[in-house]
């Protein structure tokens, strides 16, 4: 419980003389001259740890405009560019317009320790501070700016529920007097492993240079050993540091690594329930990390300084301001640490991509945090995305996505697929009035391939009382009819996809969660195990031999029919905790016959029910099944059961893999984002060779053209965003004036292809400058002469 109290803070202590500290101290003063600003500083004044910290374009205009006289003196001392190199495979790539700066992390803090002395903030150096209990009844306010091991945080752990996160990489943080020209990322295989390096230019004469490697090549590299001894506080890892220059040799050009205390560590991201309690509250790393690849520590610490001393003479009580400044920062931070999440993950698991060629992997580590984008980057520079684009088969000005892929022999025009999304309108199981009209719309809309909705092989698999089926002939004829409906209309290529729900049948038609509540009267449940979905559930009977067979020819006798209903491809539902699913997961086959147990066995149901189905199935026309990659909960599917279950899937003649993940078991927790399934894809990808649809949450077509150019799937199902906007890729490609085979505009639509004008379309600005500024020219290093000004 907060309990901060009322009335402003006059008397305020910081904890922690890092940037974070000093220049909170130095706003708040600067803001009412009248406070008293006391900063505790446990290292000496002169003190120097650590090398460059870096920032973007974006937090400077903040820092410039809170106090022009810290950000004249900060970027007097800039290294400025705007490049970022990829050195990989024995090549460079260039993507320019990015926007840098850098400096010393001491001439930093000197400049806010300046600014502190000038306006008369007492700064006490070599001078741990009290107790958070002592200071908080001392003073109206304790800001704890104390970095990212945080006493503040462990004392009142209570209150601010911190979580940590220990990640799995190693990595040294080192300079080098090597003048790097631009950030450089090094990605270098050996034979123990991949070393990658994050490199940046802050000075005319340093570099930062961050080595950082998986713990287990790690191990195989021998740092393990050099690293198994006692260290005395400062002292660097003098071993690693040396091996590390030999290792990295060809990128130093002669020049030598620096180590100031350094040694490998492991990073830690750290996130708290509350940043304020009483009248403490948490500031810069001792409230929140980020991971270094994206840069953004002494950002967000120079952000949250602002925010807070904003807080504090907005808000008329320190507890507003409190809770102000946590309002403000946290969606933020989160925010920052969703891209630097996805940014840690690409590089923990960077071994999955190293067969890529080096435009490809250029392109898919600039798009590794989702941030940036195909858009965006060529936006900053067309002329790397347009080398990338070549280099994949492309023409510049044709956006991925508009590309044309064969499955089996089936050529789709574009990238772009319709998932399968259930309507709920079959009370009787068969396809109905609003099923033809929304595959009548998605046909006309523009995407490649669309897929029907989740359809029962057997009266039992039905999800709700309310799916359709195509067990009979009756449904036959009705599929028949639809599918024919829809060809009279438009040629884009049609699926079916097929199911058996399991457990997760005789449910209403799902909730706003997404989440269908089991029937009062529904039928009998089939399931590996005896397990129900959750304590509201019906218990389902745990199938026997029998019963599996029969599913398995329900199956390959609905695939036959989906044949003759004239579907061009045919997807099966292996995920989603249906009856196929919940074979897969450990989670809920609890089997100890043939069928349950080790993956090989948990597999038999899945590859019996796909060589039944192939066996029946056209051969030329495409056979798609979906899987839940992962399970988000605890003993679930591991990322190497995902790659097995796909390579034999594959082995057994699935031509592409559908990669969804979750809804396997009630108490998932799936941390939903932008694109969040789709590492699962390119994991899938690059460890199988199969064909990937990534899906979920991919609601841009920028985000599509990145996934595609990436390399991190072949087809991108776009749903939700589809129900929102069923001619979603007509109009994306009316948007950026893409008008090639790659998408069909209807021809009573033509007249409609071009985005309609809105208000300000005619609108012309008038000349706003007497001399225009040149356009910043989208190429821009640092070098270790200074530029002459
Ligand atoms: C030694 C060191 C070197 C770093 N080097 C780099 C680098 O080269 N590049 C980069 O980008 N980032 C570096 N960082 C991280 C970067 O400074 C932070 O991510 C960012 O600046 C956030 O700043 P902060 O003010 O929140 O915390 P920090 O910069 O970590 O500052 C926290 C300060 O609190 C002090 N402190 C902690 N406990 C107490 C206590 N009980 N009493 C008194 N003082 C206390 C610490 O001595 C430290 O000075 C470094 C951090 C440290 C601590
Ligand atoms: C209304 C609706 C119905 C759906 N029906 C099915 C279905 O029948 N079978 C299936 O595998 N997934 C189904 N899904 C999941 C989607 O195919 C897709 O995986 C999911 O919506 C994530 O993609 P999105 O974020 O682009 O919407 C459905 C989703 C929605 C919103």
């Not at 050529?411 to 697929?417: A, C, G, I, P, T």
């Not at 046909?443 to 709700?464: K, N, S």
Request: proline letters at 7%.
């Amino acid at each position: 419980m907060n309990t901060a109290p009322g009335g402003p803070a006059r008397r305020i202590a910081v904890i922690g003389a890092g940037p974070g500290g000093l220049y909170f101290a130095a706003l708040a003063k600067q803001l009412a001259p009248d406070r008293e600003l006391t900063v505790f500083e446990r290292d000496g004044r002169e003190d120097e740890f650590g090398f460059g910290v870096v920032f973007s374009d974006e937090t400077l205009d903040g820092i410039a405009e809170a106090d022009p006289r810290v950000f004249a003196a900060i970027s007097a001392e800039f290294a400025r560019w705007s490049d970022i190199d990829i050195r990989y495979a024995g090549g460079v790539r260039t993507s320019g317009g990015h926007g840098f700066a850098a400096l010393d992390r001491n001439r930093l803090r000197a400049v806010l320790r300046q600014r502190c002395e000038e306006l008369a903030v007492d700064v006490r150096y070599r001078t741990p501070a009290p107790p958070v209990e002592r200071l908080a009844a001392e003073y109206d306010l304790v800001v704890a700016a104390d970095g990212i091991h945080s006493g503040t945080r462990a004392a009142w752990s209570q209150a601010f529920r911190p979580t940590t996160d220990e990640r799995h990489c190693r990595y040294i943080w080192l300079a080098t007097d090597k003048v790097f020209e631009a950030f450089t990322f090094i990605v270098e295989r050996f034979d123990f492993g991949v070393l990658q390096v994050h490199a940046y230019p802050y000075s005319t004469t340093r570099s930062t240079f961050i080595v950082e490697i998986a713990e287990d090549a790690w191990r195989r590299a021998g740092f393990e050993a050099l690293a198994a001894r006692e260290f005395a506080r400062g002292e660097s890892d003098g071993q690693s540091v040396r091996r590390c220059a030999e290792l990295l040799a060809g990128h130093l050009d002669g020049h030598r690594l620096i180590p100031n205390a350094s040694r490998w560590i492991r990073f830690t991201t750290v996130r708290n329930a509350s940043w304020h309690h009483r009248n403490v509250v948490l500031l810069g790393d001792a409230a929140h990390s980020a991971h270094f690849s994206i840069g953004s520590g002494t950002k967000l610490a120079l952000e949250d300084a602002l925010a807070l001393a904003a807080a504090l003479s907005e808000q008329p009580t320190t507890a507003e301001a409190l809770a102000a400044y946590e309002a403000e920062r946290r969606p933020v931070v989160e925010s920052t640490q969703r891209a630097a999440q996805a940014s840690l993950e690409w590089f923990e698991t960077v071994d999955r991509r190293t067969g890529q060629d080096i435009d490809r992997f250029a392109f898919n580590l600039l798009t590794r945090s989702r941030r940036v984008t195909y858009d965006n980057l060529r936006a900053r520079d067309a002329d790397f995305v347009d080398a990338v684009d070549t280099a994949f088969g492309g023409s510049p000005g044709v956006p991925p996505m508009f590309r044309p892929l064969k499955l089996g022999a089936l050529e789709l025009r574009n990238r772009v697929v319709v998932p399968p999304l259930a309507t709920f309108t079959s009370p009787e199981a068969l396809p109905s009035a609003f099923d033809r009209a929304q595959l009548t719309g998605h046909a006309l809309g523009g995407a490649g391939l669309v897929l029907a909705g989740m359809t029962a092989v057997t009266p039992e698999g039905r999800a709700t009382d309310r799916c359709p089926g195509l067990w009979s002939d009756h449904q036959e004829a009705a599929w028949r009819e639809l599918v024919r409906s829809v060809r009279a209309v438009s040629d884009t290529p049609l699926g079916i996809q097929l199911t058996h729900a399991g457990r997760r049948g005789a449910t209403a038609p799902p909730g706003p969660d997404g989440i269908g509540r089991p029937l009062a009267e529904g039928w009998p449940l089939l399931a590996p195990s005896a397990i129900p979905w959750d304590a509201d559930s019906p218990v389902p009977h745990e199938a026997n031999h029998i019963q599996l067979a029969a599913a398995t020819a329900d199956f390959a006798a609905a695939a036959e029919r989906a044949a003759r209903a004239g579907f061009d491809v045919l997807e099966l539902q292996f995920g989603h905790g249906h009856l196929v699913s919940s074979f897969l997961s450990p989670l809920t086959n609890r089997r100890t016959d043939h069928y349950g147990g080790p993956l090989a066995h948990r597999l038999r149901l899945p590859l019996e029910v796909l060589a039944a189905v192939r066996a029946v199935w056209p051969a030329g026309k495409p056979l798609l099944v979906r899987i839940s990659a992962c399970d988000w909960a605890p003993g679930g599917t591991t990322e190497a059961e995902a790659v097995a279950v796909c390579r034999a899937l594959g082995e057994a003649g699935a031509d592409a893999v559908d990669v969804s993940t979750g809804e396997v078991v009630a108490h998932q927790r799936p941390p939903y984002g932008r694109g969040y399934q789709t590492p699962f894809a390119e994991l899938v990808r690059a460890a199988t060779g199969l064909p990937t649809v990534a899906v979920g949450a991919i609601s841009g077509a920028d985000d599509a053209d990145s996934v595609l150019l990436a390399g991190r799937a072949d087809l991108v199902a776009v749903g939700r965003a589809q129900l929102y906007d069923p001619l979603w890729t007509l109009h994306a490609a009316a948007e950026r004036g893409y008008t090639g085979p790659g998408v069909h505009w209807p021809e009573p639509w033509r007249a409609g292809s071009r985005k309609p004008p809105g208000p300000g379309t005619d609108r012309v600005a008038p000349r706003l400058h007497l001399l225009r500024e040149p356009p910043a020219p989208v190429h821009r290093r640092w070098s270790a002469i200074p530029p002459e000004e």
